[in-house]
């Protein structure tokens, strides 16, 4: 998968340094991925939901550790993954990052 962009997983490393490891992994299997649907983004990362937001459009959660969640838009059929918010659990679960996507 092609991720876009780095530059806002490194922005998210510095702003949440006990992330840092987490979205390393997470950037570095990713990468290497080929899914094609869910099922097999699920295969990877267990955790992976998907959730409908205000525009209608779906977007897919990753768990990353307990305490933070990494909101991206996967285009199977062009292989990208585009990072859209990195959140807190805590900011995550109060469902105002749905109305801005």
């Known amino acids: 998968m092609r991720i876009i962009t780095r530059k806002f997983l490194d ?3 510095k702003t949440h340094p006990k992330a840092r490891a987490s979205l390393d992994h997470w950037h570095r299997i990713t990468r290497a991925a080929k899914w ?3 099922v097999q983004t699920r295969e ?3 955790h992976a939901d ?3 937001v205000k525009s209608n ?3 897919t959660v990753f768990n990353i550790t307990n305490d933070f ?3 991206t838009a ?3 059929n062009r292989q990208e993954i585009f990072t859209m918010r990195f959140l807190t659990h805590a900011d ?3 469902n105002k990052w749905k109305s801005s996507l």
Do not use: C, D, M, P
């Open 92 to 94: 995550y679960s109060k």
């Open 36 to 38: 094609q649907n869910l």
């Open 69 to 71: 969640r990494l909101i």
């Open 74 to 76: 996967i285009h199977y």
């Open 50 to 52: 998907q959730v409908t």
């Open 57 to 59: 459009r779906t977007v």
């Open 11 to 13: 922005e998210a490393k």
């Open 44 to 46: 990877t990362f267990g």
